[in-house]
């Protein structure tokens, strides 16, 4: 693959999730970092990029650009032993992957980005992201409770994308210790992608 810019910021799951998939599978790539609580993704330069004023954003060498987060994991992983060669096992990974965008996402890292970055009150959050991440994780217990990883006994997409906001869920207010087979599988993934581990120390690119 020819070299890359990866547009992102390094306090978003979704951003992260790019970067650590670049470098994992040792991608030649720039790292251009976008600062959306300064308005970053929302300048003309940007937004000729993508007018959606979005990150994290692709833009390949022929100025040909990609977004949303998980269409750029599978673009970067083509080929590579994070998609699965099985039709079935591929597919499985993808149902994940929208799971993560539909059912873990809208709770776990909007919870966190509220009490985070905008210095609400959880008493004063909505309810139902408590719930709502609450059951994410719990349906995640469940598959982990007798696997290692998410799809096919190996290293995925799907575990990538769904560790970026997990590893760091007790921002939000969830207590990984609940669900243990879950925060087992976040030490495994953290250690295949060699990062530290969030309880320890900040969300870490």
């Keep these: ?70 269409a750029i994991l599978i673009y970067m992983a083509e080929g590579s032993d994070l998609i699965p060669q099985d039709p079935f096992d591929r597919a499985k990974m993808m149902e994940w992957l929208f799971w993560e965008q539909y059912s873990h996402e809208p709770y776990i890292a909007v919870r966190r980005s509220q009490l985070r970055f905008h210095a609400r009150r959880a008493s004063d959050l909505d309810p139902g992201l408590l719930s709502g991440g609450r059951r994410a994780l719990g349906v995640m217990e469940m598959r982990l409770l007798a696997r290692e990883y998410f799809v096919a006994e190996q290293l995925t997409l799907a575990d990538i994308a769904l560790v970026a906001y997990t590893r760091v869920a007790h921002e939000g207010g969830f207590d990984l210790a609940d669900f243990p087979a879950v925060q087992g599988w976040v030490r495994r993934v953290e250690s295949a992608l060699s990062l530290p581990h969030a309880g320890d120390t900040a969300m870490a690119g």
């Design 1 to 70: 693959m020819d070299a890359f810019r990866l547009y992102g910021h390094k306090e978003s799951g979704n951003c992260l999730k790019t970067l650590w998939t670049a470098r994992h599978l040792g991608l030649d790539f720039e790292w251009i970092e976008i600062d959306i609580f300064k308005g970053a993704s929302r300048t003309d330069e940007f937004l000729a990029l993508n007018p959606a004023g979005q990150v994290p954003l692709l833009e390949r060498s022929d100025g040909r650009t990609l977004a949303q987060s998980n």
